[in-house]
């Protein structure tokens, strides 16, 4: 069954570091998107991306994250210069459908942890 | 998007049917309805979704009220492997699809 990898499963890093989450969704997909989980709370969306750029994004969103499409395969999220609070389980989630149209399942991946000291 | 409420926690023993509820009172008419589970620390999985009609599938089927203002996820027959947090998430179909807003869920404990 085709699903969301992503890479790294746990990163540690220094704060103020930049770090680089990659994602590859599933090959027909069309639409990506980034959650995260800080640990005990909620899941919580980050930013939408379709046709090579962001959709929707959330206040949490802010100047220091982007995504982006490099190669046609992978989807990244990178923060520029991580803060303690940045530190969450990252998943990356894609679906082959476009919104408004029948709604259907997002592909969840098995997250990324990132811890930052 | 309409705001779900649901119960904190519930039990369930292994091989019985488990019965989780959902209220959402001001869903309009172009929300669907979807239940995610998160097992663990792992990616949210995708169970089912609907906007009027119960539906069934090879996980769960999922009975929506007439009124449409709650709903209720059914596992047949619970299995250890069960045990998660279940969502409840209502859903315009717009081009806001994709954004949901998880809440904190029911805890489903599968007991042997």
């Known amino acids: 069954e085709p699903e969301v990898t992503q890479t790294p499963s746990h990163q540690v890093t220094q704060m103020g570091q930049e770090v680089i989450l990659r994602c590859v969704p599933i090959?027909?997909?069309?639409?990506f998107y980034w959650y995260r989980q800080i640990l005990g709370q909620k899941v919580e969306f980050l930013v939408s991306?379709?046709?090579?750029?962001?959709?929707?994004k959330s206040e949490i969103f802010d100047d220091q994250f982007s995504v982006e499409r490099p190669d046609g395969s992978n989807f990244t999220l990178k923060i520029r210069s991580t803060k303690l609070e940045d530190s969450a389980m990252y998943f990356c989630?894609?679906?082959?459908?476009?919104?408004?149209?029948?709604?259907?399942?997002?592909?969840f991946g098995e997250g990324s942890r990132l811890t930052v000291l | 998007d309409a705001k779900t409420t649901q119960p904190t926690s519930m039990d369930c023993a292994e091989g019985r049917a488990a019965n989780l509820p959902c209220n959402h009172s001001?869903?309009?008419?172009?929300?669907?309805v979807y239940w995610y589970r998160q097992i663990h620390s792992q990616g949210p999985q995708y169970i089912i979704h609907g906007l009027k009609n119960n539906e069934t599938n090879e996980m769960a089927s999922l009975i929506i009220t007439e009124d449409r203002k709650s709903s209720t996820l059914i596992l047949p027959h619970a299995t250890l492997r069960d045990t998660a947090v279940y969502y409840c998430?209502?859903?315009?179909?717009?081009?806001?699809?994709?954004?949901?807003?998880f809440g904190a869920g029911t805890q489903v404990v599968v007991t042997p």
């Open positions: 991306f379709y046709n090579n750029e962001i959709s929707e």
């Open positions: 090959s027909n997909h069309l639409y």
């Open positions: 001001t869903i309009s008419g172009n929300e669907y």
């Open positions: 998430i209502a859903l315009r179909t717009t081009d806001s699809w994709g954004k949901f807003q």
């Open positions: 989630a894609s679906n082959p459908e476009a919104p408004g149209l029948a709604a259907g399942e997002l592909f």
